[in-house]
């Protein structure tokens, strides 16, 4: 069991055209005994990291300690790592005890402590009854279980997971992310787990690393990374279905401070002709709150341009936003309605841009219905249009 | 021969006296007390048994029994004790003896013959010749896999994966060279290409968590005969040169999917220079940066979408166009055209190849 610590990390790989910057300055504490998930789109790097830590890839710059010691120096086989990954094998002729003592064996360990190691390994992971089984006698689930089994007998002190249930059918996938958070907690070690599917990381992690090209973009809660994500790539990385950006303009007039969008710009260019055909959007207006108000004047933002975004469960139907906001309200024509149960999803267009709204299946409206909704204006997240990254407000 | 032993290991639970193997000169190869390994049996003993025409031979209060093969002695085997159930015992446990040094022989043959087929010149007639001896059928499908695995020990690498594909009828595990593992793998008639694939990856992920080293896989081509396996191994040696090249990457490099690497990998390296010099002159591609590789790679996978480009790489839309002119401003090449983005794309894997013919200079 350790912390892990990794200090202005850098990996560059070379090539002919200046190369790519696969991890930059990328710092982070990893408790003891923490759960990490690093989560991003392909390429942004998550496997590099993992395998920087692991000392299968040589880093370019910095420093990683596993506990407080520098490992950069370390032999991958001497980092008391273990790796889980998604292609596990089981030995088709061994069973299940020996799938599990092989890798001990291959490192010479004694006998009667392998037999130790195993059991304990499989008392945590409940299939004590299957140390007898061949390969081919289990389930998927005991399988990948047994997978972990290896890895859990060498008594890691970090576990280090690149999406090992990616190749799983959905089912088994849920069953297995209860598992390992489960398995987590028994066995009490560090694992940092990577995921490039933000459902995974949001059900499993208490920590979430959120990268992109390379950089880290925000390392928080589950709960914080939906709330309040730092810039326009966590907010709409993070939450299914995503959340909606609109590009708004703040303007300011007698009642207050609002976003705008669907505004006519340049018509002054424009030849009648060209006006005629181009059919008539409405614009939207969401007057913002006295606070938000007051904070986005003082930070200057008065007629320039933000990014609005806003999650589907916040786009209300419901009688009592329209009184709360009276003037957050919106309309907008039903394009798509999805009903999945517990939900219904409403594809809308208001002014002319898409938008998802999450409602309460009681929803009575149908395609091409003119709808009103609010915007619950206390729920906008806003962003500065060029740097992306949220307004204090 | 640690093999011997844990024979002996074995009947050790069931039998209390001592028991060993010794070979034909005297050394002792395996024995109970495992202190006595690597001894010598004294000589006027040893004579005394290979003297006598019979098959077990007492002196000195220790049964001894010839293992023969043909009629060539492999070892002799021993009991400390004399009786009638010791002898018998004794006849039995030669019989494991002799099971194991057979098995190992021919273990030892086949993978040996897929070596020669691979490694050396062997000609057709002598291939089918051999096989026949074997009993290893000619016509079949056979898959060539090159793993290597750097930084790794040999015999631990060797083990893992002969564990993993233990039906020695389907499978040869052997070494080239240090780091370098070749499997040969048949195939079932009903087999798809996607299940070769599927066995590249896990013995991928498989070596790399047993040993905890970086592992490379690369596919060679399908055989249908024992006669063509060569090919497909230098195929997959191909795969595996092309692979770091062109991909970096992927630690899976396949024969039948090289793209267009394959094509660039077999030009003249003067033919490449021109066609760089003539698309950048001036060594313009120099300047490039990563994003706007990515940048070309997600318009051909979005058919040229903008939009749909800008979605899959988390970018705005505009950096899309932004990165598009820069490209233009550079080059001349407006990759929004299909034809000018197939030049690109082509010419940043030429650049690529001449790269690594530069290396391999500066090596050499
Ligand atoms: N060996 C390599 N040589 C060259 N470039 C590489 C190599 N390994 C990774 N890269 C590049 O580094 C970047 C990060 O790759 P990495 O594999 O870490 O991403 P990832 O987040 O794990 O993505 P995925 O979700 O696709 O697994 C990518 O641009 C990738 O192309
Ligand atoms: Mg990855």
């Known amino acids: ?29 990893i408790d003891d005994k923490e759960f990490l998930i690093l989560v991003g789109p392909s390429g942004c790097g998550k496997t590099t990291t993992l395998r920087m830590v692991a000392g299968l890839e040589e880093i370019t710059a910095g420093e990683i300690y596993i506990g407080d010691k520098l490992i950069n120096d370390v032999q991958p086989k001497d980092r008391d790592i273990a790796m889980v990954f998604q292609n596990y094998a089981l030995y088709p002729h061994m069973t299940v005890f020996d799938n599990m003592a092989f890798g001990l064996k291959l490192r010479k360990t004694p006998k009667h402590e392998i037999k130790k190691k195993v059991y304990e390994a499989a008392r945590i992971l409940e299939i004590e009854h299957l140390l007898d089984r061949k390969p081919k006698a289990l389930s998927g689930g005991q399988r990948q279980r047994v997978a972990l089994g290896r890895a859990i007998v060498r008594e890691p002190k970090v576990f280090l997971m690149d999406e090992p249930l990616s190749n799983l059918d959905a089912k088994l996938r849920v069953q297995m992310r209860v598992e390992i958070t ?55 990385f993070i939450g299914s279905p995503p959340m909606n950006f609109v590009k708004t303009r703040v303007r300011k007039d007698e009642k207050g401070v609002f976003l705008i969008f669907g505004e006519a710009e340049g018509s002054v260019l424009q030849s009648r002709a060209q006006a005629a055909e181009q059919k008539l959007v409405k614009p939207t207006m969401i007057y913002l709150p006295p606070e938000r108000a007051s904070k986005i004047e003082e930070l200057g933002y008065i007629d320039k341009e933000v990014i609005m975004g806003i999650r589907p469960e916040n786009i209300k139907d419901d009688p009592r936003f329209f009184q709360q906001f009276p003037d957050a309200v919106v309309e907008g024509v039903v394009d798509v309605r999805e009903a999945l149960g517990a939900e219904t999803l409403l594809y809308l267009k208001i002014s002319d ?29 806003i962003f500065d249009a060029k740097t992306e990254k949220v307004l204090p407000v | 021969m640690q093999s011997y032993q844990d024979l002996v290991h074995e009947v050790m639970e069931i039998v209390e006296d001592e028991i060993g193997v010794v070979d034909p000169d005297g050394t ?21 048994i290979l003297k006598n025409a019979d098959k077990t031979v007492t002196v000195n209060g220790i049964t001894f029994c010839k293992v023969y093969s043909g009629r060539k002695i492999i070892v002799l085997t021993y009991i400390y004790s004399v009786s009638e159930t010791a002898e018998k015992l004794l006849n039995l446990f030669s019989i494991s003896v002799l099971n194991y040094y057979q098995f190992c022989l021919s273990r030892l043959d086949r993978s040996s013959f897929f070596r020669s087929i691979i490694m050396e010149n062997l000609s057709e007639h002598e291939i089918i010749n051999r096989a026949r001896e074997l009993r290893i059928p000619v016509e079949m499908r056979r898959i060539v896999f090159h793993i290597s695995v750097p930084g790794a020990d040999d015999s631990a690498c060797l083990s893992v994966l002969k564990n993993m594909f233990p039906d020695r009828s389907n499978s040869s595990v052997f070494i080239v060279n240090s780091s370098n593992y070749i499997l040969v793998h048949s195939l079932k008639s009903t087999s798809k290409h996607r299940h070769v694939t599927d066995i590249a990856y896990m013995i991928k992920d498989n070596v790399s968590s047993e040993l905890m080293a ?6 060679g081509t399908e055989s249908v005969s024992l006669t ?25 490099a396949d024969y039948n999917k090289l793209g267009i690497g394959r094509l660039i990998y077999k030009l003249p390296e003067e033919s490449c220079r021109i066609f760089l010099e003539e698309v950048f002159p001036g060594e313009t591609y120099k300047t490039f940066d990563e994003e706007m590789f990515k940048t070309i790679e997600g318009l051909f996978e979005c058919n040229f979408n903008i939009s749909k480009t800008a979605e899959m790489l988390f970018v705005h839309r505009n950096s899309v166009i932004y990165r598009i002119q820069k490209i233009q401003k550079i080059t001349g090449l407006d990759v929004r055209n299909f034809n000018d983005a197939v030049i690109f794309k082509i010419a940043m894997l030429v650049s690529k190849y001449l790269s690594y013919i530069d290396k391999q200079k500066k090596v050499d």
């Open chain 1, 1 to 29: 069991m350790a912390s892990v610590k990794l200090k202005n990390v850098y990996k560059k790989y070379e090539s002919a055209h200046g190369g790519v910057m696969a991890v930059n300055d990328f710092n982070l504490d």
């Open chain 1, 182 to 236: 489960r398995l987590h907690q028994k066995l009490k070690t560090t694992i940092i787990y990577v995921t490039h599917d933000q459902t995974e990381a949001m059900t499993m992690g208490t920590r979430i690393v959120v990268m992109k090209d390379g950089f880290i973009q925000q390392v928080d809660s589950p709960q914080v990374l939906y709330e309040k994500p730092v810039n326009v790539f966590v907010g709409g």
């Open chain 1, 353 to 381: 841009v898409d938008f998802t709204a999450r409602v309460d299946p009681s929803h009575k409206f149908k395609p091409d219905d003119e709808v009103k909704m609010v915007f619950d204006p206390t729920r906008l997240h």
């Open chain 2, 28 to 48: 002792v190869l395996a024995c109970s007390d495992s202190g006595k390994v690597g001894s010598n049996l004294p000589d006027t003993i040893l004579k005394e």
């Open chain 2, 214 to 219: 970086d592992t490379r896989v690369a596919i």
């Open chain 2, 228 to 252: 063509d396996l060569k090919k497909s191994y230098q195929n997959a040696v191909m795969a595996d040169i092309t692979g770091r090249i062109f991909e970096g990457k992927e630690k899976i």
